[in-house]
T-cell receptor, first 117, second 115 residues
Framework: AQTVTQSQPEMSVQEAETVTLSCTYDTSESDYYLFWYKQPPSRQMILVIRQEAYKQQNATENRFSVNFQKAAKSFSLKISDSQLGDAAMYFC??????????????FGTGTRLTIIP | DSGVTQTPKHLITATGQRVTLRCSPRSGDLSVYWYQQSLDQGLQFLIQ???????AKGNILERFSAQQFPDLHSELNLSSLELGDSALYFC??????????????FGPGTRLTVL
């Protein structure tokens, strides 16, 4: 079974600074996807960024980027120029790739990010 | 707005009762997933339906059941409720293929409180 581990229950960062959230996972699959979801106080689950395991290039979405280390099974999220609106719970998630339709997401326990003005 | 709707937003009930949570997927999405989030925890997968058929099951309790109707909306039924069932229940939907473009889009969730 796949597992996702987020070892930082809480993180804080000064506004405009950079912060990195850690995630490790365990799987025997070679083809899969990794995600970071943001959950603000509204509780809505918002997709931040996605990484396809067969792609070596790290994904980037504006101020958000990942460091994907497949051999180490590590998938960290870097937030640059942190803004007050980035304050939220961040969940790392794994999904197996399948040719037979979409698969479930396996989530980590989350990291609560606080932005200090 | 993800396009996935869930009703009701909040539900307060007593132990031993039964409730039904409803989910309408995005237009055209055939897959519906149910997840449970308890007390600032990660989301736990409960069950998946694809075009009316059960496709995958997670750690769903026997007291819980779900179905997907011909119009593709789905209902999650929770019975003999216990205090520990208090949680945020999310529904998500996705399209046909398992490729990178077919993300799971989450509804706003139903907050269940069992007293």
């Amino acid at each position: 079974a796949q597992t996702v581990t987020q070892s930082q229950p809480e993180m804080s960062v000064q506004e405009a600074e950079t912060v990195t959230l850690s995630c490790t996972y365990d799987t025997s699959e070679s083809d899969y996807y990794l995600f970071w979801y943001k959950q603000p106080p509204s509780r809505q689950m918002i997709l931040v960024i996605r990484q396809e395991a067969y792609k070596q290039q790290n994904a980037t979405e504006n101020r958000f980027s990942v460091n994907f280390q497949k051999a180490a099974k590590s998938f960290s999220l870097k937030i640059s120029d942190s803004q007050l609106g980035d304050a939220a719970m961040y969940f790392c998630a794994y999904r197996r790739r399948s040719n037979f339709g979409n698969e479930k997401l396996t989530f980590g326990t989350g990291t609560r990010l606080t932005i200090i003005p | 707005d993800s396009g996935v709707t869930q009703t009701p937003k909040h539900l307060i009930t007593a132990t031993g009762q039964r409730v039904t949570l409803r989910c309408s997927p995005r237009s055209g999405d055939l897959s519906v997933y149910w997840y449970q989030q308890s007390l600032d925890q990660g989301l736990q997968f409960l069950i998946q339906y694809y075009n009316g058929e059960e496709r995958a099951k997670g750690n769903i309790l026997e007291r819980f059941s779900a179905q997907q109707f011909p119009d593709l909306h789905s209902e999650l039924n929770l019975s003999s409720l216990e205090l520990g069932d208090s949680a945020l229940y999310f529904c998500a939907s996705s399209g046909l293929a398992g490729g990178p473009g077919n993300e799971q889009f989450f509804g706003p969730g139903t907050r269940l409180t069992v007293l």
